[in-house]
């Protein structure tokens, strides 16, 4: 998708091994997040960040830190993969809200933890 | 507790008619809601965007309402096409969140020529 990308694509991992997802952005936007994708739970937020070094929890944060060096780069990090972390993560950026545009999804990012 | 609802069963419709995709929602009060579609195996695509002091929005073929007292969107896409088929996905943006969205878990809508 233009003006952000993830990587990788696919990865298998084994249980109790960290893993780190990456989103990389050129967009200069201020908000970046991250959501991971299950049948039938639809899109939950796991973290997002405001700005360089400001992150916060979303719903489903429990096993998952996250990093903003960078204004472009925003990584997700699975301190101890879990088979339950099996999923779909997905990346998003966004400008203020008020200026009527909706989020800009990556591509995602297919883990499997075996 | 809150809860957003869209139709877990597919919508299958015929080419040419208006498909209608419903959001419901429970004890949030969202500034703004969201419409997008997404394909197997890609990421959501933003369509529109209705603000809550918005009763409709149109873009080209898709039409949304917001009604805050039934608590409800109704996504409409007229003169559908085959490729219209995919994942609708409602999101409500809620103040209180901050400047995140909230996501339903979809509705299928299949487009048979």
């Known amino acids: 998708d233009a003006g952000i990308t993830q990587s990788p694509r696919h990865k298998v991992t084994e249980t109790g091994t960290p893993v780190t997802l990456r989103c990389h952005q050129t967009?200069?936007?201020?908000?970046m997040y991250w959501y991971r994708q299950d049948p039938g739970h639809g899109l939950r937020l796991i973290h997002y960040?405001?700005?360089?070094?400001?992150?916060d929890k979303g719903e489903v944060s429990d096993g998952y830190s996250v990093s903003r060096s960078k204004t472009e780069d925003f990584l997700l990090t699975l301190e101890s993969a879990t088979s339950s972390q099996t999923s779909v993560y997905f990346c998003?950026?966004?400008?203020?809200?008020?200026?009527?545009?909706?989020?800009?999804f990556g591509s995602g990012t297919r883990l499997t933890v075996v | 507790s809150q809860k957003i609802e869209q139709n877990s069963e597919a919508l299958n419709i015929q080419e040419g008619k208006t498909a209608t995709l419903t959001c419901n929602y429970t004890?949030?009060?969202?500034?703004?809601l969201q419409w997008y579609r997404q394909d197997p195996g890609r990421g959501p695509v933003f369509l529109l965007l209705?603000?809550?002091?918005?009763k409709e929005k149109r873009k080209e073929r898709l039409k949304v309402t917001f009604d805050t007292t039934l608590k409800q969107s109704l996504f409409h896409i007229t003169a559908s096409q085959p490729a219209d088929s995919a994942t609708y996905l409602c999101?409500?943006?809620?103040?209180?969140?901050?400047?995140?969205?909230?996501f339903g878990a979809g509705t299928i809508l299949r487009v048979k020529s």
């Open positions: 998003a950026i966004s400008e203020d809200r008020d200026r009527g545009r909706g989020y800009t």
């Open positions: 967009e200069n936007h201020r908000y």
């Open positions: 960040s405001y700005g360089v070094k400001d992150t």
């Open positions: 004890n949030y009060s969202p500034a703004y």
């Open positions: 209705i603000r809550e002091n918005e």
């Open positions: 999101a409500l943006d809620v103040l209180e969140y901050g400047n995140k969205l909230v």
